[in-house]
Each structure stands twice: as C-alpha cells, then as structure tokens.
C-alpha cells in the first residue's frame, strides 16, 4: 500500500520509518522538502520524495498529516480536494511551542484537536485521529514489541476508515483499539488518560472500557 506523510519531522519521521519497515512504499513532503529529502535518503528505496503536498497525494491510499496543530488547517485548505478516496489521520495535538521550547495549549480544555480538525475537512472524509498518543521516542521503541505487542490507540467515527487505520497501525508495528468515535479522541490527546501509555491489548481494552 501506498501512503503519504506530509510533514517529516519528529514525529512523522519515526511514522515513515516504522512504515516502510512494515513494507509501505511512501510519498513523502514537507515545508521545503530538504529535511523529507534527508529522511528518503536515510529510508531508502520505499521512499519518494514528492514535489510538494498535493503531488504526496498521487496513488496514496491514505495519507498522514504530521504537523504541527498550528499550520495543520492551512495543509488541509490546499489538499481538501484530493481527499475524497483517502483515508486522512491525524495525530496532532493541540499544541504550539515558543522560541523557547515551552509548549501551550491552543485550544481550550475539554475541546480536542480530533473535533475541530473534524471541521475543518470535507464533509464525507474518512478520518481516523491516531499516531499521535506516544512521543516520538516511545513510538520507536515500542512499536514491534514482543512477544506482545504495545497498543496504539485511535478513534473515527467511520468504520472504513477504522479499518484503514488498523492495518496502518499493523504495519507500524502496532495492536491498534479503537478508543471510540472523533468525540473520544480527546482521551488520546496531550492531557487525556490514553495520552503517552504504553500498554499491552488487554490492559488497553480494560481502559477503554474502564472510561
Ligand atoms: N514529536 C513527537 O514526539 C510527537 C508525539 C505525538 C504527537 N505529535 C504531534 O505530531 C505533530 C508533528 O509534531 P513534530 O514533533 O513532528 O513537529 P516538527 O518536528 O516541528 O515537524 C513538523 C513537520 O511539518 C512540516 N511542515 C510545516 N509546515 C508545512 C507545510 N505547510 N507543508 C508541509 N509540511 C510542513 C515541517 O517541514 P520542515 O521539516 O521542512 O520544516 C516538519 O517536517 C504535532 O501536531 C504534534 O502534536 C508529536
């Protein structure tokens, strides 16, 4: 399958690594592409640099929006009529950082990046909030994990595109759950009690279930 990453740094880095691992081909883009340029030379053969956001789109079955909350609508403007056949995800959270590294939230408590990006896509597109509950770091070393494997969670209020997600996340090297529908994925998101958990899948469905 192919997938496209748009935007290739921290995190969507270690998203792009672990899903050509898993055997994705990638189309991957980012501001200026030297730092997407970097990470295909370091990934090799299963990673094309495209020429910029809507050329990432071409033949990809879904496509990963690795940004930050901040520039996320704008890549979302410029993309929006290419998402029609597209399995859209998202693991932004509703973060800004300043010229100092301190990070704050941008939208109030209780409102989740899930919801308002919800908003902000066509009406019909298949999104699936996911890949954005572990730090990078984490996300390296725990996907793969035996002999069980760490659970990613996710949350979309449409079946299909549960699907999608589940075998991305597969082939990242994770147990997806499903955590509920676009109104849950604050539990997945900086603050919420799904944020940042490293669990195996029993202990992840006594969570979800646990809520
Ligand atoms: N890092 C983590 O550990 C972590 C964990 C969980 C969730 N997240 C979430 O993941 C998202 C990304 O975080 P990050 O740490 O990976 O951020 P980051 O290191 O700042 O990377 C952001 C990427 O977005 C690209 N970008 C910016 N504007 C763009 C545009 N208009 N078009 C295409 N690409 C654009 C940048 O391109 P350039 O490289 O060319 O500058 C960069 O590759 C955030 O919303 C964050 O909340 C991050």
Do not use: C
């Amino acid at each position: 399958m192919t997938t496209a990453i748009i935007g290739t740094g921290g995190l969507g880095s270690v998203i792009a690594r672990q899903l050509a691992t898993g055997g994705d081909t990638l189309r991957i883009s980012s501001a200026n592409n030297e730092s997407a340029r970097t990470l295909a030379a370091q990934i090799g053969r299963a990673a094309f640099v495209a020429a910029g956001n809507r050329d990432a789109l071409q033949g990809a079955d879904a496509i990963v929006l690795a940004l930050r909350f901040t520039v996320l609508k704008g890549v979302i403007d410029e993309i929006a009529d290419s998402l029609a056949d597209k399995l859209v995800v998202v693991p932004s959270n509703p973060l800004t950082i300043d010229a100092q590294g301190n990070l704050s939230r941008v939208l109030p408590e209780g409102q989740s990046s899930g919801k308002v990006v919800a908003g902000w896509l066509p009406a019909g597109t298949r999104l699936a909030m996911a890949f954005g509950t572990l730090s990078a770091d984490l996300f390296m070393s725990s996907s793969n994990r035996s002999p069980e494997p760490a659970v990613l969670f996710y949350a979309t209020d449409n079946d299909r595109a549960g699907e999608e997600v589940e075998r991305l996340i597969r082939t990242a090297g994770f147990e997806p759950v499903k955590a509920g529908g676009i109104e849950q994925s604050g539990r997945l998101e900086v603050g919420g009690d799904l944020h940042d958990l490293v669990v195996g899948p029993a202990e992840a469905r006594s969570l979800i279930g646990g809520a």
